[in-house]
C-alpha cells in the first residue's frame, strides 16, 4: 500500500531531506585524493547528530556506518573502510537521515581528481537520467512514465540500469511502496496522485547491468567489474508539480 502524505507532512519531510542536501554539500568537499571513506563516514555521522537527526542506513538491517561509499566498479552499498580515495576514482556517496518522523534519502556521484572521458560520460548520463525521471513525477501520469524515461536516457548512451536494486516509497519508512525501477514501459504502472513521496535512484553501469554481492553481504559491484555511478533525490508529487525534497 502506498501511503500518501498531506502538506504538513511534506514539509516536515522537507526538513530531514534538507539535512540531507546539506550533509552530502559538506561530504563532496571532502572527498579529494588521500582520505578514506571512513574519514567521510565520520564527517557525515557527526553532522547529522549535530542537527539532531539520525544517520538513517546505521543499523539498517545490520549496515555499519552512515554513508554508503561505493568506488568505481561498487554499484552501490560500499562500506566505508580505511581504502583511500585516490586520482581517477569516482565515488557514489548515498546518504539516509531521520530526522522528526520522517526518512530523507539521496545520493550523487563524484570524480576524484582527474578521471577518464568514459567516467566523465557515465556521471554525467545517470544524473540526467535522474533528472529525466524526475520530470516524469507529475500527478496523472504513470510510475513507469519514470522509470522508462530513466531507462531511455541510458540506454541512448548505450549503458546499462540495474535491474535488481530499486528506488522506492519513502516517508515514516525509509523504503516504502512503491517500488521504482529504473526500466519500464510508458503508460504502465500505478497511477501518480499528489501526496506520492518517492527516491527516484538510476543505478547505472557502463558495461552489462547484471550486479554482484560481495563476501561481506553489501557491497554490489558489476558482474563485469566496469564502472557504476549512482544519483538518487527523495521528490513528493504536488499538485503544482514534483517537488525536489533533497536539493538545498
Ligand atoms: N539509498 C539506498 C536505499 O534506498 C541505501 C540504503 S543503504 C542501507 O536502499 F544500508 F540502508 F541499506
Ligand atoms: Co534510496
Not at 554508503?68 to 562500506?79: A, F, L, R
Not at 524515461?149 to 528506488?167: K, L, P, Y
Amino acid at each position: 500500500m502506498t501511503v500518501l502524505k498531506s502538506q504538513d507532512e511534506i514539509k516536515r519531510m522537507a526538513d530531514s531531506c534538507r539535512i540531507v542536501a546539506e550533509v552530502l554539500e559538506g561530504v563532496k568537499k571532502k572527498a579529494e585524493s588521500g582520505v578514506t571513506t571512513k574519514e567521510l563516514d565520520d564527517y557525515v555521522e557527526a553532522f547529522i547528530l549535530s542537527k539532531s537527526a539520525k544517520p538513517a542506513f546505521k543499523g539498517y538491517r545490520g549496515y555499519p556506518s552512515s554513508v554508503c561509499t561505493s568506488i568505481n566498479e561498487v554499484v552501490v552499498h560500499g562500506i566505508p573502510s580505511s581504502r583511500k580515495l585516490k586520482d581517477g576514482d569516482i565515488i557514489s556517496l548515498d546518504i539516509g537521515v531521520y530526522f522528526n518522523g520522517f526518512f530523507g534519502d539521496a545520493a550523487v556521484t563524484l570524480p576524484i581528481g582527474n578521471i577518464s572521458s568514459e567516467a566523465k560520460k557515465l556521471i554525467s548520463i545517470t544524473e540526467q537520467s535522474l533528472q529525466a525521471g524526475i520530470e516524469k513525477a507529475i500527478a496523472g501520469n504513470r510510475l513507469y512514465d519514470i522509470s522508462s524515461a530513466v531507462q531511455q536516457c541510458v540506454e541512448a548512451e548505450g549503458f546499462s540500469v540495474v535491474r535488481n536494486f530499486v528506488g522506492h516509497g519513502i516517508g515514516r519508512n525509509l523504503h516504502e511502496e512503491p517500488q521504482v525501477p529504473n526500466f519500464g514501459k510508458t503508460g504502465e504502472g500505478p497511477r501518480l496522485v499528489e501526496g506520492m513521496t518517492l527516491a527516484i535512484e538510476p543505478m547505472v553501469n557502463a558495461g552489462g547491468w547484471e550486479v554482484t554481492v560481495l563476501e561481506d553481504g553489501w557491497t554490489a559491484v558489476t558482474r563485469d567489474r566496469s564502472l557504476s555511478a549512482h544519483f538518487e533525490h527523495t521528490i513528493a508529487i504536488t499538485k503544482n508539480g514534483y517537488n525536489v525534497l533533497t536539493k538545498l
